[in-house]
T-cell receptor
């Protein structure tokens, strides 16, 4: 089945130790998103790619970076995680075409920073 | 930019009752309004959506209504069941590529 896959599902890291989260999709969608979701809050958009075109949200900390080496994969790099970065990280995709806005979410990576 | 407000933040109902969640948006150009259900520890999943060229859409026990003039839209769940318990998020955007703007979420609890 076509889907959005995230690895790992759970990640524990130490304060300041870099971590990379990965997302892959078999939907062949043009757009990939990274969201941060803290407990009892709505998903907060960090950035997105439209094909290779990178778009950063104004309030996304510099500590967060992203790479999209090809259509199928997208990575979230947290260079120096802080305790406040403990959250669920959700990857999502959509077609990026007019009239097709449904976003498909991956299962998320639950990151804990100790 | 778009801003979406959602109410109530929590909603408790008895099984079989109806539940209504309301959202308002600020950008009159927004024309696509999805609703996502998120169970504890799981991904958000689209349950229904509506575009601005219609006023109401229904899918079994779930319906969404849209009032473009007042810039608000609502989710209606009838004959609620315990498995409807989850957090529900509304969102708004424009068609053509535009990012979703989410509401703050409503925690729905359906008691048997």
């Amino acid at each position: 089945d076509a889907m959005v896959i995230q690895n790992p599902r759970y990640q524990v890291t130490q304060f300041g130790k870099p971590v990379t989260l990965s997302c892959s999709q078999t939907l062949n969608h043009n757009v990939m998103y990274w969201y941060q979701q803290k407990s009892s809050q709505a998903p907060k958009l960090l950035f997105h790619y439209y094909d290779k075109d990178f778009n950063n949200e104004a309030d996304t900390p510099d500590n967060f970076q992203s790479r999209r080496p090809n259509t199928s994969f997208c990575f979230l790099d947290i260079r120096s995680p802080g305790l406040g970065d403990t959250a669920m990280y959700l990857c999502a995709t959509d077609k990026g075409l007019a009239g097709h806005n449904e976003q498909f979410f991956g299962p998320g990576t639950r990151l804990t920073v100790l | 930019g778009e801003n979406v407000e959602q109410h109530p933040s929590t909603l408790s109902v008895q099984e079989g009752d109806s539940a209504v969640i309301k959202c308002t948006y600020s950008d009159s150009a927004s024309n696509y309004f999805p609703w996502y259900k998120q169970e504890l520890g799981k991904r958000p999943q689209l349950i229904i959506d509506i575009r601005s060229n219609v006023g109401e859409k229904k899918d079994q026990r779930i319906a969404v209504t849209l009032n473009k003039t007042a810039k608000h839209f609502s989710l209606h769940i009838t004959e609620t069941q315990p498995e409807d318990s989850a957090v529900y998020f509304c969102a708004a955007t424009r068609t053509g590529f535009q990012k979703l703007v989410f509401g703050t979420g409503t925690r729905l609890l359906v008691s048997p």
